[in-house]
């Protein structure tokens, strides 16, 4: 079982805002049944989120949101990515995205669904406006893709989950199309709160210690959100892994809706001033914005 950790002591690492959830399929100007796990970023001094919308046959698109504060959000009117006939393996629908700026482009993997099961797609944009699509760039089975900020020594690296380890993976690639060798950097710790399943969260961010990956972890059909920590200079070497988790469903959103007891990450931002905005899917119904410090989640990850 995980282990049982008191409210008291997580208060300090993320805090719910007090409007949460900030985003529900009210507040998105056409019908749909959820919207939920958004891809974040800044652009041109605007929040910018990429939401996850299923419509009212249970397909998932993307939908576009802005904020001057960060909270409250303005939805565009028509979806701004969707299934493609030009790319076979997304007929059920795109999930999850997550936004990754590199020089002046927006990279955003995602999960492309069909009767094949979850594949990796990647996008690129400049404006947000028009999208273009690189295909997909790992098969079925495999999901939970985020993109590194920035390239190491000429090439890129992508933490993803094949769907049949229940871990995460790195791969690298020197023209983001063609992925190779790929290495085990976490996977799930028995008797704990991520025991069953780990798959990559948010945009890792960098600091003074590693790159600091929030990520999500499963156990007993719940999801939660944890912290690792990985080399600055080799991003596939885990440098530690917080023991207990930071954020896990408490409230009656997270708890109850589309699929039961989840928080889930697709987005995190930070601030200027050393806060960190993480947006996250409640129940797979919502979205919703906690907040914390950076130095305060890489002590998390560094206590262990």
């Not at 190491?152 to 995460?168: A, E, G, M």
């Not at 954020?247 to 995190?268: H, M, Q, R």
Request: glycine residues 6%; proline residues 6%.
């Amino acid at each position: 079982m995980p282990k049982k950790v008191m409210n008291k002591d997580l208060e300090n690492y993320l805090v719910r805002h007090e409007k949460n959830p900030i985003i529900t399929r009210k507040d998105v100007p056409f019908p749909c049944s959820f919207v939920f796990n958004a891809g974040a970023i800044k652009y041109k001094n605007k929040y910018t989120l990429l939401l996850r919308v299923q419509d009212l046959h249970l397909t998932s698109h993307f939908a576009l949101a802005t904020s001057d504060n960060g909270i409250d959000f303005k939805v565009s009117p028509q979806y701004a990515f969707s299934p493609s006939h030009l790319e076979p393996n997304s007929e059920f629908g795109v999930e999850d995205p997550r936004i990754t700026c590199i020089g002046k482009e927006f990279y955003i993997p995602y999960t492309a669904f069909s009767d094949q099961g979850p594949a990796v797609g990647l996008a690129k944009t400049t404006n947000f406006k028009r999208f273009k699509r690189l295909g997909i760039i790992l098969p079925p089975d495999d999901k939970d893709a985020v993109l590194l900020p920035e390239k190491i020594k000429d090439k890129y690296f992508l933490y993803h989950r094949p769907s049949t380890t229940k871990s995460i993976y790195i791969a690298y690639s020197r023209d983001l199309v063609h992925w190779g060798n790929h290495k085990l950097v976490l996977k799930p710790k028995a008797g704990s709160w991520d025991s069953e399943k780990v798959g990559a969260g948010a945009v890792p961010i960098k600091t003074d210690k590693g790159w600091l990956h929030i990520y999500h972890g499963v156990s007993g059909r719940s999801y939660r959100l944890g912290v690792a920590l990985f080399d600055l200079k080799d991003p596939s070497i885990l440098i530690r892994r917080s023991e207990n988790y930071i954020l896990a469903p408490e409230k009656d959103y997270e708890i109850s809706g589309g699929v039961s007891n989840v928080v889930f990450t697709c987005g995190a931002i930070k601030e200027d001033d050393g806060e960190v905005k993480v947006y996250y899917g409640a129940a797979d119904s919502h979205i919703c914005l906690a907040t914390g410090r950076i130095e305060k989640l890489v002590e998390m990850a560094e206590k262990y």
